[in-house]
């Protein structure tokens, strides 16, 4: 088989339009991601993506700076959006007390040793201070989730040239990216990643839930919805890819313009993920431990993770999932016995975040030895193994 015949299946919309080799992209896992992860996978030609929800705008550009220090490819950096919907919540919001999980929450400080905060911090930081840095900085790529970015910040995006993607778990989501929502036709997007429900991490969702599908049922309803016409913008397929064969089914049965890839590359030497989060997920199948799932419990906002003390006993202190505040609020309220855990691989009060396949991604990096580039490549010759080329 020929170099060209390569080049085929590794040639889609997105890689021509984002200048990269390959339509694989390491996702924006917050918390995992640093300049030497995000520059590897650019360098070996997919899209490294720094998750920088949580970031405060000041170390977002010293990241971005020493990201561009390791690699002059693309790269993305993602950002937390807002549930416009739901009205940022306030100082004294951010103060009260609620109820069974505050309760929970408390027991387990003392239990650890943890001082009771004297006051609570949002978790994420101003959007609009880190819009201001990606703009300044040029980022030629910026993801989104949880929501949609206002109409100004789109524009000012695209005034300078930034192609940006957004995340769907339902195909009403990815209808209001792409501008085929009748009650708002403006396109909030170029490209989407479809997520599915194996991905590790927070759900993107930002409608209203409804049902949730596999990544393969979502990235091809998408496909379908438009038939026989072509979905409009690029669909990029999120959640328990973990293989060649994984990327190969998506590019070639599912129709998706490319992959993206968290739990994987979490797992490669680079990464920042805490060494006893590590342990946890190469692990998980010796072990026996129980699946991931989704839960709202520790962040209030749906999310897959392992099962660990920390998840259930905040489930089982509400009656309802209700109960438990929203994301702003739940997450700076859980954050404090997170970072302790994590700092001292306290394992049943971390958050273990991850995709529902971590087993196979597991094996597939060789028990997390492989570096960032020797994963890519492993899975591009196992995709051109797919494709029978030598």
């Not at 030497?36 to 000041?58: H, I, K, T, Y």
């Not at 978790?123 to 840095?133: A, I, K, T, W, Y």
Request: charged share 20%; hydrophobic share 40%.
């Amino acid at each position: 088989m020929t170099i060209a015949q390569t080049i085929k299946w590794a040639t889609t919309e997105i890689t021509k339009v984002i200048h990269i080799q390959y339509p694989i992209i390491q996702a924006p896992c917050a918390g995992h991601t640093n300049a030497d992860l995000v520059a590897a996978v650019s360098n070996a030609g997919g899209l490294g993506s720094l998750g920088a929800g949580m970031m405060p705008a000041p170390e977002l550009r010293e990241m971005i700076r020493e990201i561009r220090k390791r690699t002059s490819k693309p790269f993305a950096v993602n950002l937390f959006c807002r549930d416009r919907a739901r009205p940022k919540p306030s100082y004294t919001d951010l103060q009260r007390h609620y109820g069974s999980t505050d309760d929970v929450l408390n027991e387990i400080r003392s239990e650890l040793n943890i001082p009771i905060p004297t006051e609570y911090q949002p978790r994420s930081p101003p959007l609009e201070d880190q819009v201001n840095v990606l703009l300044e900085e040029r980022i030629p790529v910026v993801s989104f989730t949880f929501g949609l970015l206002s109409d100004s910040h789109l524009q000012r995006f695209w005034s300078v040239g930034t192609y940006l993607i957004g995340t769907a778990t339902t195909v009403e989501e990815a209808f209001v990216l792409a501008g085929l929502n009748h009650s708002d036709p403006t396109r909030k997007a170029d490209a989407i990643v479809a997520q599915g429900l194996e991905a590790g991490g927070h759900r993107g969702s930002f409608l209203k839930e409804s049902q949730q599908a596999s990544v393969k049922e979502l990235v091809m309803a998408i496909a379908n919805s438009v038939q026989p016409r072509k979905f409009p913008i690029p669909v990029l397929a999120a959640g328990g890819i973990s293989s060649g064969l994984d990327i190969y089914s998506a590019l070639h049965d599912w129709k998706a313009d490319g992959v993206a890839i968290g739990t994987l590359f979490i797992l490669a030497t680079e990464s920042s993920t805490p060494k006893a989060h590590k342990e946890y997920l190469l692990e998980a199948s010796k072990n026996k431990v129980e699946e991931t799932k989704i839960t709202t419990a520790i962040t209030g906002k749906s999310v897959r993770s392992y099962p660990n003390q920390l998840m259930k006993r905040l489930e089982h202190a509400v009656v309802d999932t209700n109960d438990i505040p929203p994301y702003d609020i739940q997450s700076a309220k859980t954050r404090d016995i997170a970072v302790y855990a994590t700092q001292h691989g306290i394992k049943e009060y971390m958050m273990l975040l991850s995709g529902a396949n971590a087993p196979a991604a597991a094996e597939y990096s060789q028990n997390g030895t492989l570096s960032a580039a020797e994963i890519l490549n492993k899975l591009i010759l196992d995709v051109n193994k797919q494709y029978d080329i030598q």
